[in-house]
């Protein structure tokens, strides 16, 4: 037993912090702010605001619920390595950019489409002046 040592406040605060931080980090990650992941997991923004500054931990219920709203495994929020954190970071990146890749597919077919009709118009527009001046010889 006698590498059993007493934790110091100051560690338990840091510790509080460490957990409010990822939690913030999570959120923000998702896109979410303090308001709307409070409303998503039940319990007041104040109360997640506590958490977040690392004045209160939250419950297991509400790391649980945490944890499933921000898609992260619970344990992620007590993980001090910001490695995986920045693992994290880049997936959801990498997630963007497949979002943004597919949004310019889209657009690329609107110009595309817009281009279309602009030659389909132009060309009909010259059989018409074409058309008209054949008519009055």
């Known amino acids: 037993m006698d590498d059993i040592r007493e934790i110091t406040a ?3 605060i840091n510790y509080r912090k460490t957990i409010g931080n990822n939690i913030q980090f999570y959120r923000n ?3 979410l702010s303090q308001q709307q992941l409070a409303d998503i997991i039940g319990i007041s923004p104040t109360a997640m605001g506590s958490v977040e500054v690392g004045r209160n931990l939250p ?3 509400t790391v649980l619920k945490l944890a499933e709203a921000l898609g992260v ?3 992620e929020f007590y993980v001090l390595n910001r490695e995986r954190r920045t ?3 880049i997936a959801g990146l990498n997630a963007k950019i497949r979002e943004l ?3 310019n597919k889209i657009v690329g077919n609107k ?3 817009i281009d279309t009709f602009e030659k389909n118009v132009t060309e ?3 059989a018409f002046k074409k058309a008209i001046k054949n008519g009055k010889k």
Do not use: C, F, L, T
């Open 101 to 103: 890749n597919e949004k």
């Open 111 to 113: 110009i595309n489409a």
């Open 59 to 61: 419950k297991a219920e």
């Open 73 to 75: 495994e619970p344990h």
């Open 124 to 126: 009909s527009y010259k």
């Open 87 to 89: 693992d994290h970071k």
């Open 29 to 31: 990650a998702k896109g």
């Open 10 to 12: 100051k560690e338990v």
